[in-house]
């Protein structure tokens, strides 16, 4: 397959580790020093018991025309998903399937922009990468990629068992969801309870587990979010949802949240399209959601400050 990756950060480099060999991948990014980098020295993945692996990648910059693809992974940050999208427009043929693996809400909106509903797929990624420095990541967690059609329709089936080949023949585990939207909420969830709380905190994912302060904390927070996506029409359960985000943190425990990673970076992050999400339904049903509310202020604070730092 011809598959394009739109952002050669955290999650683009990991994910085409996996591609690359299989498929012929591009990862397309707005950094020109990194691509350069790419093209030039290759990617290094570092596995959880420290070796390096270097590999072979192929990059361009954002916008360059590359002609028609059979697949393109969405994975920037979220707040640059249209303008990535809007760029890259010249992959996308009339076949062409479209992938979101991020976090947050909204990504779909976006892309649907650009391409017609039936060809977007929606999932999660259970792995966790950690940008060490140009060119260089750290694996620190693994897990499946569900995925599922934005609009399930006949031909939307069959892309995502298209794109879930692929992706099985590369060595990622893929489960193809029915439930995709209940899928999405959960992971929706295990990032209001994790992300914004170790960006704040400065911690690796597993201190919100093993911190007790912390844990009651993203306790509070996790049971906002059960009781919003209720009344948003998907019912998770607080104990189910709970032992979810715990899962999460011991498995991702010495990795980075990526929204901590942006915080390090001094970079703008999802928290409208994560904790903010879930704080504008809360007042859409008339639910508080004092916790949720109280992280997007904190972090827009920390953004604003970056300057003075
Ligand atoms: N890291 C993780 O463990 C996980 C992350 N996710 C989600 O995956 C998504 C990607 O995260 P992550 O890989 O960590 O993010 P990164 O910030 O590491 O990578 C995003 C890359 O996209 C680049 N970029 C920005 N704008 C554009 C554009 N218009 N065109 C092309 N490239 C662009 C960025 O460049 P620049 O830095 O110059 O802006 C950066 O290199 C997010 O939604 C995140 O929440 C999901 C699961 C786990
Ligand atoms: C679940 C978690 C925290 C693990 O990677 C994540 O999705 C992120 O870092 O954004």
């Not at 249209?82 to 009339?94: D, F, H, I, T, V």
């Amino acid at each position: 397959m011809n598959i394009a990756i739109l952002g050669a950060g955290a999650m683009g480099s990991l994910y085409a580790s996996y591609l690359a060999p299989f498929h012929s991948v591009t990862l397309f990014d707005s950094c020109a020093p990194l691509v350069e980098h790419i093209n030039a020295k290759g990617l290094i993945k570092v596995n959880h018991d420290h070796t390096e692996i270097p590999l072979k990648a192929k990059a361009a910059l954002s916008g360059t025309s590359l002609g028609y693809q059979d697949l393109v992974i969405v994975f920037v940050k979220g707040i640059h998903t249209y303008e990535a999208m809007k760029n890259n427009q010249s992959l996308l043929g009339p076949d062409t399937i479209v992938m979101t693996l991020q976090n947050g809400a909204g990504n779909n909106r976006d892309i649907a922009q650009f391409v017609p509903r039936e060809r977007i797929i929606v999932g999660t990624s259970s792995h966790n990468s950690v940008y060490l420095e140009t060119g260089k990541f750290y694996h620190s967690g693994c897990g499946p990629t569900n995925i599922g059609p934005d609009l399930p329709c006949e031909s939307s089936l069959r892309d995502v068992k298209k794109a879930a080949q692929a992706l099985e023949e590369s060595g990622l585990t893929v489960n193809i969801m029915d439930n995709i939207q209940y899928v999405l909420w959960q992971k929706l969830v295990i990032n209001c309870g994790i992300n914004a709380l170790s960006t704040l905190m400065q911690c690796r994912i597993g201190e919100i587990y093993t911190n007790p302060y912390l844990w009651d904390l993203c306790k509070r927070i996790v049971y906002e979010c059960v009781l919003i996506a209720e009344a948003d029409g998907t019912y998770l359960d607080r104990k189910e949802a709970l032992l979810a985000v715990s899962k999460v943190c011991e498995n991702d425990s010495s990795g980075f949240a990526s929204m901590y990673q942006d915080r390090q970076n001094k970079r703008l992050t999802e928290i409208d399209r994560i904790n903010g999400v879930v704080a504008n339904l809360g007042s859409e049903y008339k639910i508080p959601a004092p916790c949720n509310t109280m992280l997007v202020t904190q972090i827009h604070a920390i953004e604003q400050m970056y300057s003075r730092q």
